[in-house]
């Protein structure tokens, strides 16, 4: 038995369920309600929705259950993690680039899911104070406007979400965060599924449900592919060594299939419904499905100025989606403070200070491409990447290539480099089931991935 050094300080989740919110809540988040629907529009819809689909099931899934047996097998940080499976299992070193990658990814990606974040707080503020009431889709659409062109207030947001994130990381009070969101996950959902009842009033609910569920493939382009492959990873979480870190304090008896599937059922059913309540919302207002990232800020505050009762599902509503924001961003924070509190010897505050620090320093990047750096295309000058700004290319570096690539080496480590010596127990499938895992993890996952990156690149 290899040292398991956060399972013998007895340091283990209390519970499966405790894990499941704890897993849960970084998948929840604004991967979901933010980011799913408006990748959605742009992309064309229905196509989109299925490819995406099949990646969660195909390649997100089966990626799922192995980041966290290997998380659990090595017991610690994910550099650590790696580096003590790559000896226990005597296979090449190499691989530990899937706990440096994990550290890179996970800061990158705060940099700019902190900024959105804070988006999420002006709009709790908005709906509290009854901005959106009686205003039509070009007030709200200009309030939105407004927001992104003044880099200072998206600045100040930015910054207080941040500070919120790292104050918990610091202080070590995930706990109490993570009992909270049994609670607030499933307001989250109820309200969802409140809006979603609205939307079928507003008179384009079967409008929606076409554009989100009939395929249409002369919509869908390769990069399309990529970007639903890319999100696949990003709403799960995967590849990023963040579901390895807390796999590490899974204890033994926990079946680690099932649970992965839990954790992906729920993470789809809420990306599902926030897009079934944003998209009526759209096609009644006349608005245009691919307008990007403030889709659900337009669209939303749109109904709750007009429903009754509306102050209070708004302010609720942003309320919630900024908790799910702030456990997904504490996930992201994890890799980072570990590898200063492991490499650096420095303090778990100094960690998550100095951090933090430097991702909110990284984020003003992101603050900066919605307004003076807007029409600044770092890369533009190669095709592929024309018309992108730093939040694109940050947004396109992580979620479409470090974190399907991390996937996909921990697909190829579980399934070809880890002994097959009690792996189905370890992962909590028998017989058929296991076999059939096996091969899905060993060819189908890595080949489904390299074959989306071989397409994009010729
Ligand atoms: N899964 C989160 C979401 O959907 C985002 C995330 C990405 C969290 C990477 C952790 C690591 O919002
Ligand atoms: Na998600």
């Given at each position: 038995?290899?040292?398991?050094?956060?399972?013998?300080?007895g340091?283990?989740?209390?519970?499966?369920l405790?894990?499941?919110?704890?897993?849960a809540?970084s998948?929840v988040g604004l991967g979901?309600?933010?980011?799913?629907?408006?990748i959605?529009?742009?992309?064309g819809?229905?196509a989109f929705v299925l490819?995406?689909?099949?990646?969660?099931?195909?390649?997100?899934?089966p990626?799922l259950?192995?980041?966290i047996m290997l998380g659990r097998?090595?017991?610690q940080s994910?550099i650590?993690t790696?580096r003590t499976?790559?000896?226990?299992e005597?296979?090449?070193?190499g691989?530990?680039?899937?706990?440096w990658n994990?550290?890179?990814?996970?800061?990158?990606?705060?940099?700019?899911?902190?900024?959105?974040g804070?988006?999420?707080?002006?709009?709790i503020?908005?709906?509290?104070v009854g901005m959106f009431?009686?205003?039509?889709?070009?007030?709200?659409?200009g309030?939105f406007?407004?927001?992104?062109?003044n880099?200072?207030?998206?600045?100040?947001?930015?910054?207080?979400f941040?500070?919120?994130?790292v104050f918990?990381v610091a202080?070590g009070?995930?706990?109490g965060?993570?009992?909270?969101v049994?609670?607030?996950?499933p307001m989250?959902?109820?309200?969802?599924?409140?809006?979603v009842?609205?939307?079928m009033?507003?008179?384009?609910?079967g409008?929606a449900?076409?554009?989100m569920?009939?395929?249409?493939?002369?919509r869908?382009?390769?990069?399309?592919?990529?970007?639903a492959l890319g999100?696949?990873?990003?709403t799960l979480s995967?590849g990023?060594g963040?579901l390895?870190a807390y796999?590490?304090?899974l204890?033994?008896?926990?079946?680690i299939a099932?649970?992965?599937?839990?954790?992906a059922v729920?993470d789809?059913g809420?990306?599902l419904?926030?897009?079934?309540?944003?998209?009526?919302l759209?096609?009644?207002n006349g608005?245009?499905p691919?307008a990007?990232p403030g889709?659900?800020?337009?669209?939303?505050?749109?109904?709750?100025?007009?429903?009754?009762?509306g102050?209070?599902?708004?302010?609720?509503?942003?309320a919630?989606?900024?908790?799910?924001?702030i456990?997904?961003?504490?996930s992201?924070?994890?890799p980072?403070v570990?590898w200063l509190?492991?490499?650096?010897?420095a303090?778990?505050?100094?960690?998550?200070?100095?951090?933090?620090?430097?991702?909110?320093?990284i984020?003003i990047?992101?603050?900066?491409s919605?307004?003076?750096?807007?029409?600044?295309?770092?890369l533009?000058?190669?095709?592929?990447?024309?018309?992108?700004?730093?939040?694109?290319l940050?947004?396109?570096?992580?979620?479409?290539v470090?974190?399907?690539l991390?996937?996909?080496?921990?697909?190829?480590f579980a399934?070809w480099?880890?002994?097959?010596?009690?792996l189905?127990?370890?992962?909590?499938?028998?017989?058929?089931a296991?076999?059939?895992?096996?091969?899905i993890?060993k060819f189908?996952?890595?080949?489904g991935i390299?074959t989306?990156?071989?397409?994009?690149l010729?």
């Amino acid at each position: 038995e290899t040292v398991h050094a956060h399972q013998q300080a007895g340091n283990l989740w209390t519970s499966r369920l405790a894990f499941i919110m704890a897993a849960a809540g970084s998948a929840v988040g604004l991967g979901n309600i933010w980011k799913f629907p408006y990748i959605t529009g742009e992309n064309g819809g229905g196509a989109f929705v299925l490819v995406y689909l099949a990646c969660i099931f195909l390649i997100g899934v089966p990626v799922l259950i192995a980041e966290i047996m290997l998380g659990r097998r090595g017991g610690q940080s994910p550099i650590a993690t790696m580096r003590t499976l790559t000896q226990t299992e005597g296979t090449a070193k190499g691989w530990r680039i899937i706990g440096w990658n994990g550290v890179v990814a996970s800061f990158l990606v705060l940099s700019f899911y902190a900024v959105i974040g804070g988006w999420a707080l002006v709009y709790i503020g908005k709906a509290a104070v009854g901005m959106f009431v009686g205003a039509d889709a070009e007030a709200i659409g200009g309030q939105f406007n407004n927001l992104l062109a003044n880099p200072w207030e998206l600045l100040l947001w930015h910054s207080v979400f941040m500070a919120i994130v790292v104050f918990i990381v610091a202080r070590g009070i995930r706990s109490g965060l993570e009992k909270a969101v049994g609670i607030l996950m499933p307001m989250l959902f109820l309200l969802l599924i409140v809006m979603v009842i609205y939307a079928m009033n507003s008179g384009s609910f079967g409008r929606a449900v076409e554009f989100m569920f009939s395929p249409d493939f002369s919509r869908l382009t390769t990069e399309g592919v990529l970007i639903a492959l890319g999100h696949a990873a990003f709403t799960l979480s995967i590849g990023i060594g963040v579901l390895m870190a807390y796999g590490s304090y899974l204890p033994k008896n926990i079946n680690i299939a099932r649970t992965a599937m839990t954790i992906a059922v729920l993470d789809t059913g809420v990306a599902l419904l926030a897009g079934l309540a944003i998209f009526p919302l759209v096609f009644a207002n006349g608005l245009e499905p691919g307008a990007g990232p403030g889709l659900i800020f337009v669209t939303l505050p749109l109904a709750f100025g007009q429903m009754s009762g509306g102050i209070i599902f708004g302010t609720l509503f942003f309320a919630l989606l900024l908790v799910a924001a702030i456990t997904s961003a504490i996930s992201m924070l994890e890799p980072v403070v570990e590898w200063l509190e492991e490499h650096k010897g420095a303090s778990r505050i100094k960690s998550a200070l100095g951090g933090g620090i430097a991702v909110w320093f990284i984020g003003i990047g992101t603050v900066l491409s919605f307004n003076v750096w807007g029409e600044v295309y770092p890369l533009g000058f190669m095709g592929f990447f024309e018309g992108k700004t730093v939040f694109d290319l940050l947004d396109f570096l992580v979620s479409n290539v470090l974190m399907p690539l991390g996937g996909m080496a921990i697909a190829l480590f579980a399934g070809w480099a880890v002994t097959r010596d009690g792996l189905a127990e370890d992962i909590g499938l028998q017989g058929g089931a296991f076999n059939a895992f096996m091969l899905i993890l060993k060819f189908v996952t890595p080949a489904g991935i390299a074959t989306v990156f071989l397409y994009n690149l010729l």
